[in-house]
């Protein structure tokens, strides 16, 4: 019987690089997990791929899949729906390979009620003072709407709580070094390996 | 102030290799941790340096020491003691950096009671089917003494249970690698980083 593989979820606050630590992650070959595409029913731009950037349904394909509870987590932005569906992510799973998603923090909480035992990886900017400088950095804002914006930093920040990792984003190959030694290590959690010695054991 | 550092220890069934992957985790020029030499009563051999592979100890000083608390843990084989001084780790600890013990099981245990936060690997052989085959392979034992010690080899395995990570000493390199990778993740754990942030935020 296959082991089935690890699923990783990587979130983090809006603007702290999600997207640019993951696809560096998946240009290295000497990752050994799969990135699971996301759904969405909004328009596919120039140069975009079906199946590599997003794949791209409509309105009632998408929903069609919610009613059939084939999207592992979904949510509506702008009018139009993202998602992960839930087959290839299972399939991926089943056939022992890990599967690496790089959701939204709501999305992330919705996995986390479905899925406890996945890897959750929360991408944290270096320091509150670089993320003042960043927001004051803009220039414009009055002083009140800097501390408002500060005030959701922080909140969001605290949201690493729910998460098993924090990873610090002051550099992006450090960030996915970091990462990618998680997901090694994970593989090492001592209620993984203890399965497969009590099956060495009872064939014994 | 200082973020304190890891304790890490390493243990595993007797035979199972902890002394050579545990060497040439220290050959290497790129752990960031330090390794807490043991004390022992025994003599000195040939070649043997001070504060290297050991402290030489009389009798008398290391059961002044025990009397004083002053071992994180001992252990008696052959009429000689055998420990860890707890000064050395607490003050490496104090001072930001990582400390890695690799000791008997016995006392591996004696340290989870007194030190929880630390993290415990369990160096594991890469199946009990080698193990047999090693045993076996002695040559001249009758299946019945054959059978006792692979009874002996399964208890030792499901040791692993109280640890955190089992690491399979396959191959050195890969056995060392896989210890890193853990000593690096252990930093990302939420529980670590929180910390960091929740003083920055009561900063602010």
Redesign the interface.
Known sequence: MTERGLLIVLSGPSGVGKGTVRKAIFEGDDHQFEYSVSMTTRKKREGEVEGVDYFFRTREEFEELIKKGEMLEYAEYVGNYYGTPLRYVEDTLNSGKDVFLEIEVQGAMHIKEKCPDAVF??L?PP???ELRQRIEGRGTDEPKIIDER?KVA?EE??M??N??????NDEVPLAVK?IK??I???H???ER??KR?EK??EE?
């Open positions: 990886i929360f944290t320091s509150l003072e500060m922080v920040i605290q690493m709580k998460y098993d990792y924090a990873v610090i970091r030694d998680i090694s290590s994970e090492y959690r001592v390996v203890m010695y060495m054991i014994m």
